[in-house]
């Protein structure tokens, strides 16, 4: 066959025409798996699975003190909490939810102190906060991350575990959590949760 520059010429725009649908592929491909990735990068985090992550926070710097304010105010609060979490050097990503009926964005922050927590919560104006960090599993012999919600005391002026939350050693993942529409976390179009309170019981809405 006499390759002809007519014929050269359609068989490079053949190429570039595959190689350009191909590539559109795997970036709808790539777009599925990084969700995936990232729910599955929190979840195992907050399970303590992931060894690189001792201790874990959950807030958000929305709706202060459990008030519901503008979708604009809550952006900025948003973005304010990111960049304070970023001068910390703290890792983070964010997660969307529902909570007494409200949508909020919260953030898993990863390797957080206590005392860090609360300070945000503090900076942040937050009526809730979950912190976790890694113990001795006495029966397995191993470490679990264990998490407690920590409430603000309007009469002490400060942060302390929420008598009425109980301590969570496992997180609640999608398969568990279909048709569940308020006091949930999600992620990747996955939802998760911290069995921190008994399921009558709801944050901030007592």
């Not at 001068?87 to 909570?99: K, M, Q, S």
């Given at each position: 066959?006499?390759l002809?520059?007519k014929?050269l ?8 025409k ?11 491909m790539?777009?599925?798996?990084i969700q995936?990735?990232l729910?599955?990068?929190?979840v ?5 699975a ?11 710097g929305q ?21 304070r ?15 007494g009926?409200f ?5 898993v922050?990863?390797?957080?102190t ?11 104006q ?5 912190y976790?960090?890694?113990i ?10 264990t ?13 302390a ?11 609640i993942r999608?398969e ?18 911290l ?6 019981r ?5």
């Open positions: 066959m006499k002809t520059k014929f010429k359609q068989m490079i725009v053949e190429v570039i595959e190689n350009k649908q191909r590539g559109m592929l795997l970036t709808e790539s777009q599925e798996e995936q990735d729910y599955e990068k929190v195992t985090a907050l399970e303590g992931n060894p690189n992550v001792r201790s874990a926070g959950v807030m958000s709706n202060p003190m459990v008030t519901q304010v503008s979708a604009e105010e809550n952006r900025q609060r948003d973005e304010q909490l990111k960049q979490l970023d001068e910390l050097d703290l890792a983070h990503d964010t997660v969307g939810g529902v909570f009926g949508p909020e964005d919260s953030v922050i990863y390797n957080p206590r005392q860090q927590m609360i300070s945000l919560s503090e900076e942040f937050q009526g809730y906060f979950a976790g960090e890694l001795p599993e006495e029966e397995e012999g191993g470490m679990i991350m998490h407690e919600m920590y409430k603000y005391d309007e009469t002490t002026g400060k942060y575990v929420d008598p009425y939350s109980k301590k969570a050693r496992h997180v999608d568990d959590l279909q048709g569940v529409t308020d006091n949930y976390s999600h992620v990747g179009g996955k939802k998760f949760n069995p921190l309170y008994e399921a009558r709801k944050r901030g809405r007592n």
